[in-house]
């Protein structure tokens, strides 16, 4: 009897433009908060996108292999002239091994960090609109609504906070770089490595955001209509 | 419903009623731990088309559980809910949502617009997820817009409205989608008299215009004035229902007390 009932009409549907658009508004009404659910990103990213441009900076110096720029690196701590072969080179190398790995562990662990604060604010966030959730179940909206909502918040966020993080992070390390070793860094400016490393790191970030809301999403997603007529809080 | 002479006297205007929503037998369990709360204790109840009923009660007397129930919001543990004949019951998600979205419109106490969306886009809502144009959407919602009385307020936020104002908005976004039944949770209870009073006047226009079903929870008497029906609900069982004449008796009882 309900097959025949319900055949009759449309579907129930979002359509992208307007979850967008909704998930958009949430974002910017809730500013403020949105802002410090992004600075979690930001830094995470800025510290990302500082370690991988410091990398390709230093690195892109290091292979001009020139005496000036040799004493420069030097100066900073920074093994030199690995080019040559012998066993000085293959000890430093052996440190160089160990400080990357000593980063990786690091962004990991920024990273990490990054995700459980997303996950915590979208989680708040969640049960601060409880009855906002529910009203749009009892309108109609199906589990896959609130998910993709939720979904397009966090990405637009994590996008955004990316963006800045990426910036910020260039930035300083370039800044820094300027004041270690001058004009060469412009010289043997390392382009295609920074891009790349942006690349990476925009899509690091903003995966990490979409990572970071999947539980929160799910559980506004299983929250019942009935939540909307509480009329505590 | 049989056709005997008390049930063609309830209604005059209407020749033949139609049921929208029906129970049988609904009980509703909860379980707190160890002890189960029996919330309703086998309801049977029939709600006609085009009936302004309201669903009286205490707290805890399983009113909520029972207008919960008859709005497609929660299931019995035991017995049948029929909404426009079909068995929620055997609904599925998808199903559930569809019903929710074409069949009930929703009213609640503390108005629950969506804050960040302009009065229009919150009575049109429904109608994006129905599958409508924003077009027809548009034109739709100012319709139902100025049938409440807030044509020219289309663009506001609901943080820019008065509490009367966002519940016509409410209002009109319950009634967005031609709903069969529209349900209202204690539609008054955060308004001010006047206002209230408004909204209920709002309520049975939109009941008399466009002969949709209005069940309402409420404690506030002044809604049993313009209902046909009343079901006061007291320790999960129906107490007693009183149609429309008993209760203008009743009313004008208390008014000369």
Request: with cysteine; net charge negative.
């Amino acid at each position: 009897m309900s097959e025949k009932r319900l055949a009759g009409g449309r579907e129930i549907v979002l359509p992208m433009s307007k979850a967008v658009e909704i998930s958009f508004r949430s974002l910017k009404i809730r500013f403020g908060r949105s802002l410090i659910t992004t600075s979690g990103v930001i830094l995470a990213i800025a510290f990302l996108m500082s370690v991988w441009s410091s990398n390709a900076i230093v690195g892109s110096l290091r292979d001009v292999n020139k005496s000036e720029i040799n004493l420069l690196l030097q100066k900073n701590g920074i093994e030199t002239g690995l080019a040559e072969s012998g066993e000085a080179s293959a000890e430093a190398q052996a440190r160089m091994l160990e400080e990357e790995s000593k980063q990786t562990w690091l962004i990991s662990l920024s990273l990490l960090v990054c995700v459980v604060g997303i996950a915590n604010a979208m989680l708040m966030s969640v049960t601060e609109r409880f009855r906002e959730i529910g009203t749009m179940k009892c309108l109609g909206a199906l589990d896959s609504f609130i998910v993709k909502l939720f979904l397009l918040e966090s990405t637009f966020q994590g996008f955004a906070g990316t963006t800045a993080g990426i910036i910020i992070g260039f930035a300083l390390t370039f800044l820094l770089a300027l004041l270690d070793y001058g004009g060469y860094v412009l010289d043997y400016f390392p382009l295609n490595n920074i891009a790349e490393s942006a690349g990476y790191a925009l899509v690091v970030g903003t995966s990490l955001s979409l990572i970071g809301a999947m539980l929160p999403a799910y559980r506004a997603a299983k929250m019942e209509p009935v939540e909307a007529m509480r009329s505590d809080t | 419903m049989t056709e005997t002479a008390e049930g063609a006297a309830t209604a005059a205007p209407k020749e033949e009623k139609r049921t929208v929503v029906r129970t049988q037998q609904v009980k509703r369990v909860y379980k707190m731990g160890e002890i189960e709360v029996h919330a309703l204790r086998g309801v049977d109840m029939e709600i006609y088309t085009g009936e302004y009923l309201s669903i009286m009660g205490p707290s805890g007397s399983g009113k909520s559980t029972f207008f919960n129930m008859v709005g497609g919001l929660d299931k019995p543990s035991e017995g049948k809910v029929y909404i426009d004949e079909v068995d929620v019951a055997q609904l599925d998600a998808y199903e559930l949502a569809w019903l929710r979205c074409r069949k009930i419109g929703y009213i609640f106490q503390s108005f629950n617009l969506i804050p960040v969306m302009t009065a229009l886009e919150n009575v049109t809502l429904p109608m994006v997820f129905a599958g409508l144009t924003s077009d027809e959407a548009r034109d739709k919602g100012m319709v139902l817009l100025g049938k409440v009385g807030l044509g020219e307020r289309y663009s506001h936020k609901p943080n820019e409205l008065s509490g009367g104002q966002q519940q016509r908005v409410a209002v009109a976004r319950a009634l967005a989608n031609d709903p069969a039944v529209v349900l209202a949770d204690e539609p008054t209870a955060n308004l001010d008299l006047a206002t209230g009073t408004e909204i209920i006047e709002l309520l049975r226009e939109m009941n008399r215009d466009s002969g949709v079903t209005i069940i309402s929870a409420t404690h506030d008497h002044k809604m049993l004035s313009v209902s046909d029906r009343v079901v006061w609900v007291k320790d999960g069982q129906v107490e007693r229902v009183a149609n429309r004449e008993d209760l203008d008796i009743e009313v004008t009882h208390v008014e000369g007390e």
